[in-house]
């Protein structure tokens, strides 16, 4: 049987991490097309506050995981099949947030200083400082595809776990599994095209399905009788 108190400490912390990076999302500048380099550079360079909101994503992406974590051990599922495939799940999540982690150094600290020097060089250096931030911007692109691989895997596997352990409603691991797949999308097409307008749908639906998930987790927490309950049932 699931522990209780657990899953509810581990879709807080799922609800909480994709509320924050929605937030931290919301101050980051997109008012060009973030694959027209030239416009978005400059845009970049102009914000303030670019650091910090992608410090904000990295904790968001931290409370995240933490929950997908936090839910194997939450299932009390850790033997047999099922327990090994919630533990691919754990290595696949820490291996997102380790990439997700190289993916803010890349695009919060690296990116941002390549545009600074871009804006702010003579004429007969910016093509050379242009080129310099555009190569940082396709690893941004590589880093990020993978991270979103890792990450729609990782979701994937917990879904699957929800499903066969059925401690919980399995729909809630079928909608698991369609946010891993909708971060799988996303993944393909920021490895193919860059951040172009055909991630708009799989970005939104991941948010929005995470975040319904962590919610129905809670719910279904809350129902749940208190193993103390239980035993003397």
Known sequence: MADRKALRLAATSLFAGVA?????????????????????????????????????????????????????????VQEGRVG???????????????????????????????????????DGERAVRFASAETIRWLEWGVRSYQSFTLGLSFLLFA???????????????LMGCAGMAYLVQS????????SGHNVLPTLFGIILVLVTSIWIM?????????EAADRG
Do not use: C
């Open 188 to 195: 393909w097409i920021i490895g193919s095209e860059g951040f």
């Open 160 to 174: 699957t776990v929800i499903v066969l352990a059925a401690s919980i409603p399995k729909a809630i691991g079928n």
């Open 84 to 122: 090994w495939i919630g533990k691919f799940g754990v290595v696949s999540s820490v291996v997102a947030l380790a990439l997700y982690g190289v993916l803010q150094a890349v695009d919060g600290v690296a990116l941002k200083q390549a545009v600074n020097a871009w804006a702010s060089a003579p």
């Open 219 to 227: 719910w279904a927490a809350w129902r749940m009788p208190d193993a």
């Open 20 to 76: 924050i990076s929605f937030v931290a999302g919301i101050f980051h500048p997109d008012r060009e097309p973030a694959n027209d380099h030239p416009a978005v550079f400059a845009e970049y360079a102009a914000s303030s506050i670019w650091t910090l909101v992608h410090l904000g994503q990295f904790v968001g992406m931290t409370g995240l995981v933490s929950g997908l974590i936090g839910l194997f051990f939450a299932l009390n």
